[in-house]
């Protein structure tokens, strides 16, 4: 292989190739929702690379995945970037997410009502809260996303689940450039929440999460115009 020719990395074979790929993208991915890879940053392989001790040849498989979901794009003479966030793309996730995310808190509600534990969606919530006290930004914005995330798993519609995948990295990349979603006003909301889906309560929990996500659109607007190109 080429690479291997440089001496730098020793050989694999085709199903280690296929597994760096898959590490390769969740590593580039990761850092991209967490904030750590900025917005318009340049993905350098050579530098990836070198932080997973592999060759370029994984990196490289990893970014056609990256581009087609949206994490990044193909610049002539830049090579690949990280793409920004901009103002259509916060628009469109709030829409898509006010349509699914109150059904998916009615049926973590329904689940509840019929017997589900609602142990991991408390636990996420008793963790946000410590998040708050902490007062990091990143950890209260992935703690906030964390919580979203536990209903979509409470609800057990792994139809909902699959359609929600995406869109759950797109909103702890948004929370972690948004810090002012980790509000105490936030918090209070996912209490009230938590505590309507804890208790099976279908339609409360529908409105309750209908109106969070429409309270969050309106106080993150002034935020997201001064952060993100139209």
């Known amino acids: 292989m080429p690479e291997a020719a440089e001496g730098q990395h020793a050989p694999v074979d085709a199903d280690q190739d296929t597994a760096l790929d898959v590490l390769a993208y969740e590593w580039i991915r990761d850092r991209i929702i967490d904030g750590t890879m900025l917005h318009g940053s340049r993905?350098?392989?050579r530098d990836i690379a070198a932080q997973?001790?592999?060759?370029?040849n994984p990196i490289r498989e990893a970014l056609?995945?990256?581009e087609a979901e949206g994490y990044i794009r193909t610049l002539h003479r830049r090579g690949a970037v990280v793409t920004p966030m901009r103002m259509q793309e916060v628009a469109e996730l709030f829409?898509?997410?006010s349509v699914l995310e109150p059904l998916t808190a009615r049926e973590a509600a329904m689940r509840c009502a019929e017997g589900a534990s609602?142990?991991?969606?408390?636990e996420s919530l008793e963790a946000e809260e410590r998040a708050m006290r902490s007062g990091d930004a990143r950890t209260v914005a992935n703690a906030t996303a964390d919580f979203h995330d536990e209903i979509v798993e409470l609800s057990g519609n792994v139809l909902l689940q699959q359609i929600m995948m995406p869109i759950r990295g797109r909103v702890k990349r948004f929370f972690n450039i948004i810090t002012q979603e980790g509000s105490d006003n936030t918090h209070s909301e996912h209490s009230t929440l938590c505590k309507a889906i804890v208790q099976g309560h279908v339609?409360?929990?529908?409105s309750l999460a209908a109106a969070h996500l429409e309270h969050g659109r309106l106080s993150s607007l002034a935020v997201v115009e001064s952060l993100f190109e139209r």
Not at 52 to 56: A, D, E, F, I, Q
Not at 118 to 122: I, V
């Open 118 to 122: 609602p142990a991991r969606l408390l």
């Open 203 to 206: 339609d409360w929990a529908g």
């Open 43 to 45: 993905v350098r392989e």
């Open 64 to 66: 056609p995945r990256l």
């Open 95 to 97: 829409t898509v997410r």
């Open 52 to 56: 997973l001790n592999v060759s370029r």
